[in-house]
C-alpha cells in the first residue's frame, strides 16, 4: 500500500508582517514560557563553549571552538535526573559529549557529518588503546624529528580557500610530515595525523572568525583592506613538537593515575558518521536515557570554511566539500532548501508544527519582505532561517522519539538577530518540543547574554540576546 504524502501549506500572514506584529507575538509566547525561563548563575560563557576545554587534559588537543566543555556535561548530570543507560548527542562535534558521559559510567552514542570531528573522536580512542612501543614511537618523532630527512613530496591537499595559507617553510614542512607519517603503523599514523590537525591554524596566515578564515596581512591573499595580524605564526616543527609533548604528556598522565588507561567503571562510546537528519530515523525508539547536544547555531557559520584547513588535510576535495555544506543542518547562507517530506514522508507533523508557530511564521514573512526590498545584506538570511527552523523541527520530532520516557534532553543554543529582528530560538524551538509532547521543564538562561554583532549594533543599537541551555523531559 503506498504511503500517503501530505504536504502543509506554510502559514502565511495577511500582510507582510511588521515589527510591532512580531513584537506581541514575542510577547505572547514569552509570556508562555515566562516561569520556565530561569537565570542559572553556575552557567558561564566558559563552561557552555570551549573555553573551559583549553587547560583539560584530552579536551586541549584540537581546539573546536564550537563545542562547549567537559565541566557543563559533568554539571548537567550531577544536577539533573538522568536515569541508567545510554546518552545520545547527534551534533557530535569533537566529542565532549562522549568522553565526559564515558567518564562518568555512561555508554554514550554521537552522530557527526564533519571528518575533523569524526577525525578526532577516533583519533582520542585510538589513544586510549596505545602500546608502550606506540608511545615510544611517537616519543621518537617529538625529539628527532623524522620527517626533516625525508625528500619533499607534495602531500598536502589544497582547496580554493585554504591557497596560500602557509608560510612557505611550513607548507614544505607538513608535505614532508604526512609523507613520513604514512610509513608509520596505523596506529601511530593516526596520532600523529591528530597532532598535525591541531597545528594547522597555529602554522597558518589563518584564524577561524565565525563565519570564515580571517587572513593574516602577512598572506598575500589577505583581503578587504583590513589589516590583521594574528600574532605569532610558529614555525611547524615547533608547533608540531609542542602538541605531540603534550599529547605524550596526558597519555602518560593517566596512564600513572588510573594504570594503563583504566578507569572505574567507564562506560563505551560509539560514533555513527553520517547527518543526523539522515541518521535519526533509523534509530530505534526510547532506546536513550538523555540527549545533550548543541547544535549549530542559526547564525550564518559556514564549518566547511572555518575548518578547511584540517578538511584538506584530511583529503577532502571541492566537490566533497560542497555536498558536505549542503548536507549541514541549514545554518549559512549557501545551504540550499531541502525537501524534508521526500527526505522523509514521518516528518509531515514536524513540517505541521513549524506551519502553525505564529512568532515564527511572522518573523520569516518579515524577512521574506526585507529580502524582497532587498534590506537584507545577504538574500539568503531569509531561505537560511527557515530552512534552519524546520531542519530542526524534524530533528525534534526524532529526538522525541528516540528518547526513553521520562528522560531529558539538555541543549545549548543562542538567540540571534536579522535585520533588526531578534529571533528567540530558544522559545520557538521550546514550542516545537510542546507540541510533539516534551515537558519544557526549564530554560536555563546564562546571566550575562550574547551580544549582536558590530553590524547590527550599528543599525540597531547594543541589544544582548539569550545564550540558554534548554532542559526538556519526554512524557512518561
Request: net charge neutral; proline share 4%.
Amino acid at each position: 500500500m503506498a504511503t500517503e504524502i501530505i504536504t502543509f501549506v506554510p502559514f502565511e500572514l495577511s500582510a507582510p508582517a511588521s515589527l510591532t506584529e512580531i513584537e506581541i507575538l514575542e510577547a505572547e509566547l514569552t509570556k508562555h514560557f515566562e516561569t520556565k525561563l530561569t537565570v542559572e548563575k553556575q552557567l558561564t560563557r566558559q563552561l557552555v563553549s570551549f573555553q573551559a576545554n583549553k587547560a583539560a587534559p584530552f579536551y586541549r588537543w584540537y581546539k573546536y571552538k564550537e563545542g562547549f566543555s567537559a565541566a557543563l556535561i559533568a554539571f548537567l548530570i550531577d544536577t539533573g535526573e538522568i536515569g541508567p543507560g545510554k546518552i545520545l548527542d547527534p551534533f557530535a562535534g569533537a566529542g565532549t559529549t562522549l568522553f565526559a558521559a564515558r567518564d562518568l559510567g555512561f555508554d554514550a552514542d554521537g552522530i557527526e557529518l564533519l571528518p575533523i570531528g569524526r577525525q578526532v573522536i577516533e583519533s582520542r580512542l585510538q589513544a586510549e588503546s596505545l602500546s608502550a612501543e606506540d608511545l615510544e614511537r611517537i616519543g621518537f618523532w617529538m625529539l628527532k624529528k623524522p620527517w626533516k630527512n625525508v625528500s619533499d613530496e607534495p602531500s598536502l591537499k589544497e582547496l580554493r580557500i585554504t591557497r596560500g595559507a602557509y608560510p612557505e617553510q611550513s607548507r614544505l614542512s607538513i608535505d614532508k610530515y604526512i609523507h613520513a607519517l604514512a610509513s608509520e603503523t596505523p596506529s601511530v599514523a593516526r596520532i600523529l595525523k591528530l597532532a598535525l590537525l591541531c597545528v594547522l591554524e597555529d602554522v597558518s596566515y589563518t584564524r577561524k572568525d565565525g563565519q570564515y578564515l580571517r587572513w593574516d596581512s602577512r598572506s598575500e591573499r589577505q583581503g578587504g583592506g583590513k589589516f590583521f595580524d594574528k600574532g605569532t605564526i610558529l614555525s611547524f616543527d615547533d608547533a608540531i613538537t609542542i602538541k605531540l609533548e603534550q599529547i605524550l604528556g596526558d597519555i602518560n598522565s593517566q596512564a600513572t593515575q588510573f594504570g594503563l588507561f583504566g578507569q572505574p567503571d567507564p562506560g563505551k562510546i560509539s560514533l555513527i558518521p553520517g547527518s543526523c537528519l539522515d541518521i535519526l530515523p533509523g534509530l530505534k525508539g526510547d532506546s536513550y536515557s538523555a540527549i545533550i547536544t548543541s547544535p549549530p547555531y542559526c547564525n550564518r557559520y559556514d564549518y566547511t570554511r572555518t575548518y578547511a584547513l584540517e578538511l584538506a588535510a584530511l583529503g577532502v576535495g571541492e566537490v566533497e566539500l560542497t555536498k558536505l555544506r549542503q548536507a549541514m543542518l541549514s545554518c549559512t547562507v549557501e545551504n540550499k532548501a531541502k525537501d524534508l517530506i521526500k527526505l522523509n514522508s514521518h516528518w509531515a507533523e514536524a513540517i505541521q508544527a513549524a506551519d502553525r508557530q505564529l512568532l515564527l511564521q511572522s518573523i520569516l514573512t518579515f524577512l521574506d519582505n526585507e529580502r524582497d526590498e532587498k534590506r537584507l545584506n545577504n538574500s539568503g538570511i531569509a531561505r537560511m532561517v527557515r530552512g534552519y527552523f524546520y531542519e530542526m523541527s524534524c530533528t525534534l520530532f526524532e529526538l522525541y522519539r528516540v528518547l526513553a520516557p521520562g528522560g531529558q534532553l539538555y541543549m545549548v543554543n543562542d538567540n540571534v538577530r536579522y535585520a533588526g529582528v531578534g529571533i528567540s530560538v530558544d522559545l520557538i524551538l521550546s514550542s516545537f518540543a510542546e507540541s510533539f509532547g516534551f515537558i519544557v521543564e526549564k530554560i536555563m538562561v546564562l546571566p550575562r547574554g550574547k551580544g549582536n554583532s558590530s553590524q547590527q549594533m550599528g543599525l540597531h543599537g547594543r541589544e544582548q540576546l539569550r545564550k540558554c541551555v534548554y532542559v526538556w523531559r519526554k512524557s512518561l
